[in-house]
Each structure stands twice: as C-alpha cells, then as structure tokens.
C-alpha cells in the first residue's frame, strides 16, 4: 500500500518520463505540472503540461475495504483507497512547425513504450525530489498501468470550457490505474480462540404479571411479599433482578416466585433503590467445564416506593422567620436508598386545617447514594404537615387509622 505521498509521485514520476523523451525529440521543449489557465502562467512555450483534473474511485477494488470495522467501531484492518487518477496532457509550440503536434506523437510513443510505472522508475523519482521523500508507492502491490482515455470532442469542450474557461489547446487524456493509499490508523486483532464450545440451555423463563401478596392494586414497598407469575420460572440458581439489586427469592415454582423483600438479608436490602425501574428473573447454567451462562427472562416495569423511617421522624430545624412564614432545613430518613442521580421531592399537606395549604420542594444535592434526604423550604406557613417524598415518582404513601391519616407527620414551630 502507499502512504498520501502515492498521487503526487505518480504525476511526477510521469512528468520525468516524459522530459526526457520530448527534449530529444524538440529542442527546449519541457514539462509542466499546472493548470492550464488563460493567462497561460507556468505552462511551456514549447512543451506539455500534464494536469491532474480527475480523482476517481477504481471499480475493482472499491469492494476490497468493506467491514475494516467491527461493530463497535475498532478497526480489523487499515483501511484502504484504490483510486484511478485522470491526466490532460496539453501541448504547446510552434503550430507551423508542428511542434504541438510533434510532442503529443512522443508523449503517446513514451507511454507506449512504458506504460507501467516501475519500482525503479519510481525511486528514481523520489530520490531527486524533497518533496516526495518517504513516499511508498514502490512498495505498492499493485503497479500503476498508464492507458489513454477515450475523450471525444464534446467531453475535452466541456473540459476546457468548465475547468479551464480558456481557448482550446491540443489536448490528450491519460489515465493511470490504480493508486492504493492505506491509512494511518493501525487494526487490531485479538489472538486465536483456541476452541468453541456449544451448549443447549432451558427455554426462557416468562414473566406474565408482578402483584403484591397483600393482594392491593398499588406500587410496592420494602415491607411487600412480590409474587412473579410466568411460565417456566424454576430453574437453577433463580435469582430475581430489580434495578442493579439482585435478591434471592423464597419460594419457586415453576409457575410462581415469592420474594419477602423485608425478609432479605441487609446485604441484598441495600442495593435496593427506590423509584422506577426494571425487574427480570435470571437464572445461571453450568456446563461440565464450569463455565457459566446468564440467561434472563423478559423485563417488566417495577415501582419501588420509599417509607418515611420510624426510626427517625422527620426534623424541621427553622433557619429564618418572616412575618407569619418561615425558612427551615428538614430531615427525613427513608427505609431505601437514593442514588446521586434520582429527582426526589418532599410533598407537605397542612394537617387539621379546612382549607389545609401544600408544598413542593426539591431535595438538595447528593454527593453520594444514602437513605437521608434533606430539603431546604423557604416561605412556608408555621404548622404541622404530613410529609411524602417522592423518588422518580415513586411516592411515598401515608399511614391511616380507621378513616384519617396519622403519618408521617413534621412540625415546624
């Protein structure tokens, strides 16, 4: 392959090849490599003028490069190009003495007679020009082939006339096939699987539905039995997957999975979080190897409410008062956790009142997952209120007696 060098030690390569046979064949003549504008600036007044005007893909191995990346983006191989480059050769001279007509006969007669670029052809070139020193072209697989292009009138009009915008000068087109430029980037390739394994598992376990034991139409909370109703759910090593906890249930059938979440042990509790999230039953499949295998069933949504703690009744401690208002600081511990990430919110509801007044406030910000929430209230009325946090809206729920509820409840005086 070539490195970015590889085109413009073609054109050069071409332009030597091509000085040396003209000079013999017209005196003075020489070879340019510019465009050929209207002012005629760098072009010969005898000579030619070879300019590159096209870059294409090459056909044969435009299909060569496909998937040099895998799917996550790392590289199999360096990448490559393969390019067919197009030349106008221009001749310039005398037109009484032939001249223009005399180079393009020794142009064609030179390309005829060396219409491959050889490695020797190429070294030569690189070695009498600073500019191309590291270029690998002669190190390409593939050599360049130098043919001429069918180019009848119409096409060299449009030429001229597109790129040029200037009188038509004896022209000839070339094309030189094919240029392969690899890329810098380096492939990766992870070393041989020294054997493969196959091994058939259990059918997937399916989840129909996700109830309470208490048999109540709401979101679950730590103090819950959760019954998982499917198909195909005993298996080995069952294990019941809500959020990133993962908990070992109490009884399984195959039918049926029953998971005390207060009897759990603390280690499995304190992964659980409160709020939204998924809940999955996986199980593991062990081969004669030891090797282990995953497999989980469908997903269902699962919404873990938080409690208000009985082990520490919410705290106002008032920071400021304002007329019959006031700011405070309250502290409520939740019996699960809160991650840094998770929108929670204190709900207050003025308690004993005929027209009670409510409020919403925004917990502060988290540095780490804990059970402890803390609210800053600004402007709120002096009173007791019920309170409720609500975690991804996952609300915490109120305790009643008989017909009225009792807590939790924060005074703030």
């Given at each position: 392959m070539s490195n970015y060098?590889?085109?413009?030690?073609?054109?050069?390569?071409?332009?030597?090849?091509?000085?040396?046979?003209i000079q013999q064949d017209v005196a003075g003549a020489r070879v340019t490599t510019v465009r050929p504008d209207a002012n005629g600036s760098g072009t010969p007044e005898v000579g030619v003028n070879i300019y590159m005007y096209?870059?294409?893909?090459?056909?044969?191995?435009?299909n060569a490069d496909l998937r040099t990346t895998r799917p996550k983006g790392n590289l199999s191989k360096q990448a490559q190009a393969g390019?067919?480059?197009?030349?106008?050769m221009t001749f310039y001279g005398n037109d009484v003495e032939y001249e223009p007509q005399r180079l393009l006969g020794s142009t064609v007669r030179t390309l005829i007679d060396q219409p491959i670029l050889t490695q020797e052809m190429?070294?030569?070139?690189?070695?009498?020009?600073?500019?191309?020193?590291?270029?690998?072209?002669?190190?390409?697989?593939?050599?360049?082939?130098?043919?001429?292009?069918?180019?009848?009138?119409?096409?060299?009009?449009?030429i001229w006339s597109v790129f040029f915008q200037t009188p038509y000068t004896l022209s000839f087109a070339y094309q030189g096939s094919t240029v392969l430029i690899e890329g810098?980037?380096?492939?990766k390739s992870a070393i041989p699987v020294q054997g493969r394994q196959f091994f058939v598992t259990a059918t997937q376990s399916v989840i129909n539905q996700v109830i309470s034991e208490k048999g109540i139409s709401r979101h679950f909370v730590l103090n819950d039995t959760i019954i998982v109703g499917g198909r195909r759910l005993d298996s080995n090593n069952v294990k019941v997957k809500i959020g990133d906890a993962t908990l070992t249930p109490n009884e399984i059938s195959d039918t049926e999975i029953k998971l005390n979440l207060a009897q759990l042990p603390a280690a499995e509790i304190n992964t659980l979080r409160a709020g939204v999230q998924t809940l999955q039953i996986v199980h593991s499949e062990e081969?004669?190897?030891?090797?282990?295998g995953i497999i989980g069933s469908n997903i269902l949504p699962f919404v873990l409410c938080p409690t208000v703690s009985k082990d520490q009744n919410p705290q106002a401690v008032v920071t400021g008062y304002e007329n019959?208002?006031?700011?405070?600081?309250?502290?409520?511990?939740?019996?699960?956790?809160?991650?840094?990430?998770?929108?929670?919110?204190?709900?207050?509801?003025?308690?004993?009142?005929?027209?009670?007044?409510?409020y919403v406030f925004p917990s502060q910000?988290?540095?780490?997952?804990t059970r402890e929430m803390v609210f800053a209230v600004k402007n709120i009325n002096l009173g007791e209120y019920f309170v409720r946090v609500q975690v991804d809206g996952a609300e915490s729920l109120l305790e009643t007696n008989s017909d009225e509820y009792i807590y939790p409840v924060v005074e703030i005086r």
């Open positions: 060098l590889a085109i413009a030690t073609v054109t050069a390569t071409l332009q030597r090849i091509v000085q040396g046979a096209q870059a294409s893909p090459n056909p044969a191995w435009r390019l067919d480059l197009y030349y106008l190429i070294s030569e070139t690189i070695l009498n020009s600073e500019l191309l020193a590291g270029s690998t072209l002669a190190d390409q697989v593939e050599k360049v082939t130098l043919t001429p292009a069918p180019m009848n009138t119409e096409e060299l009009s449009k810098d980037k380096p492939g081969n004669s190897n030891s090797n282990y019959n208002t006031c700011d405070a600081i309250i502290r409520i511990l939740l019996d699960l956790r809160v991650d840094i990430g998770q929108r929670v919110f204190l709900l207050l509801n003025e308690r004993n009142s005929v027209d009670p007044l409510s910000q988290r540095s780490e997952s």
